[in-house]
């Protein structure tokens, strides 16, 4: 297999993922820092390397709703977007997770109002959490090309038809150039195969209904179908990843684990910020620490037993979380988490950082920091408190 060896930002290998997709339609509308994703899109779609009906709607609410249209008509539909485009979606994403319509969307990662801020956090992300859709969250340029290349035959498996965030940290990752490895575009549209829907609108033959009243009678046992639909994605996900990996050489799973097997201490984190946090674990090695790292690739569906499995042996685990969820007790990572481990004997103590909000820097002495909390907790047997707000000043 023929790979491109490229240098490009990650909007760059996201635009290039969907081109080498080539979906029928991308209804977008402009947000940062996402716009330059669509906006290179669209420059495809104009010198004709596309054929793909290009929409320019007048906002992201409409962008989500003429992607669902498109896609509940059988075409391949993607759209992107950020923050609070992503919040305008709101209404419109659950339906699209309800209506069972294999959508893939690039969300660039960015702090949702207010204040207003166009920066990286994963606010935006988060507060969807529970929408219906599955997320895969991005290291790098070149986790997110491979993620968006993953998320349509996940999507678009019989067993799942359920639509797909692939979530970059903003700025971080969208608009930092790196080197990455491209496939070249037959051997993608090859991957990715032709897209056959499934009782489509224009089926006039076999005619459906969309977007129903759905009352008491019927209701609960939709939601239940699309419930399941989750569960079942877990599954394809690691076959979709394992066949990918036949492709490239590249491995993806639920998560990536780091020194983990013989750590004592170690990070739950997701994004970019598992870079950082790789560097900071190899120097305390390095110095004799057994620090570890667990790097969330797959969100929804929240891989529960997998990473309790994966944690179960450690003396002391601190979540990471890029967002709050202002439940007075933690951020949104750090509960799932913590619900995995609940029950486990002798689990691990675990505590929460919430850091890098509206795009705060994280640096390798913050990561180091919580090490160091880390070992204290785990040589004293407890910890002082739960949650910290790492690099505030308060």
């Known amino acids: 297999m023929m790979s491109i060896?490229?240098?490009?930002?990650?909007?760059?290998?996201?635009?290039?993922?969907?081109?080498?997709?080539?979906?029928?339609?991308?209804a977008a509308y402009p947000i940062?820092?996402?716009t330059e994703i669509v906006q290179l899109f669209s420059g495809f779609v104009a010198n004709g390397l596309?054929?793909?009906?290009m929409v320019t709607v007048e906002s992201e609410h409409s962008a989500m709703s003429a992607t669902i249209g498109a896609a509940a008509a059988g075409a391949r539909a993607m759209t992107a977007t950020s923050a609070n485009g992503l919040a305008l979606m709101w209404e419109v994403v659950y339906i699209a997770a309800s209506m069972r319509l294999p959508i893939v969307m690039p969300v660039v990662n960015r702090a949702l109002s207010g204040p207003i801020n166009i920066h990286c956090d994963h606010s935006d992300t988060m507060g969807a959490r529970d929408s219906g859709w599955i997320q895969l969250f991005s290291e790098n340029a070149q986790e997110a090309y491979d993620n968006v290349l993953q998320a349509v035959r996940i999507s678009e498996d019989p067993n799942v038809l359920l639509p797909t965030m692939v979530t970059m940290d903003g700025f971080i990752i969208s608009h930092a150039m790196e080197v990455m490895e491209m496939l070249e575009d037959e051997k993608v549209r090859q991957w990715v195969g032709e897209y056959v829907p499934l009782n489509p609108l224009l089926d006039v033959e076999n005619p459906v209904t969309m977007g129903p009243l759905d009352l008491f009678d019927w209701n609960m046992e939709h939601k239940r179908q699309q419930a399941e639909a989750m569960v079942q994605s877990k599954p394809v996900i690691l076959q979709v990843a394992e066949e990918y990996a036949k492709l490239t050489g590249r491995r993806y799973s639920l998560f990536e684990e780091y020194k983990l097997d013989d750590a004592e201490i170690a990070i739950v984190v997701l994004g970019s910020t598992a870079g950082t946090a790789k560097v900071v674990a190899d120097n305390l090695r390095q110095q004799g620490v057994k620090a570890g790292?667990?790097?969330?690739?797959?969100?929804r569906p929240f891989p529960a037993e997998e990473i309790a499995n994966a944690l179960k042996h450690l003396k002391a685990v601190a979540v990471m979380d890029r967002s709050d969820s202002f439940n007075a007790v933690s951020g949104p990572v750090f509960a799932e988490v913590r619900s995995a481990l609940y029950g486990i004997a002798n689990a691990p103590i675990i505590v929460d950082y919430i850091?890098?909000?509206?795009?705060?820097?994280?640096?390798p002495d913050h990561i180091e920091s919580v090490y160091n909390d880390l070992a204290?907790?785990?040589a004293q047997g407890k910890a002082d408190r739960l949650l910290t707000y790492l690099g505030v000043r308060e």
Not at 6 to 25: C, F, H, Y
Not at 50 to 53: A, L, R
Not at 355 to 363: H, M, S
């Open 5 to 26: 060896r490229v240098a490009k930002t990650g909007n760059e290998a996201v635009a290039e993922a969907m081109r080498q997709i080539r979906p029928d339609v991308v």
């Open 32 to 34: 940062t820092p996402q």
């Open 50 to 53: 596309v054929d793909t009906e």
């Open 293 to 299: 790292l667990l790097k969330i690739r797959v969100f």
């Open 355 to 363: 850091y890098g909000i509206g795009g705060r820097d994280v640096k």
């Open 376 to 378: 204290q907790i785990a």
